[in-house]
């Protein structure tokens, strides 16, 4: 494992919790479109972007379950899009963009641009 993919793995562990990530490495085309692929998902996603910053579970105001929400996080968190780290008792959130852009460059940012672009057309995500 290199040190870049460790970093994901290692990172996680604070506190005594961890939470399983895939490295850099173990990212997979398929895993990340089929999160993204969720309207819900491609909301939390969108705001980390816009956030540029880690941001905890309870930020996210989704029409959806908490039940539901846990595993729209869960997704995201074992496709390598999202990194998630327990600070305290929170769980806070950030884009693995460099992760991303590494292993698939420029794909992030067009479906990002594509998702706003239809946010603009269409309004917000149901």
Known sequence: MTPASASATSA???G???LDHPT?????IEAVLHALSDPMRL???R???A???ELTCSRFDLPVSKSTTTHHFRVLRESGIVQQIYRGTAKMNGLRR???EAVFPGLL???LDAANRQVQRIGEDR
Do not use: N, P, T
């Open 51 to 53: 956030a540029d910053a």
């Open 98 to 100: 460099d992760d991303l």
């Open 24 to 28: 850099r490495d173990e990212i997979r």
């Open 43 to 45: 909301r939390v996603v």
């Open 109 to 111: 940012d067009s479906i």
């Open 16 to 18: 005594g919790r961890s």
């Open 12 to 14: 996680a562990a604070v």
């Open 47 to 49: 705001e980390l972007a």
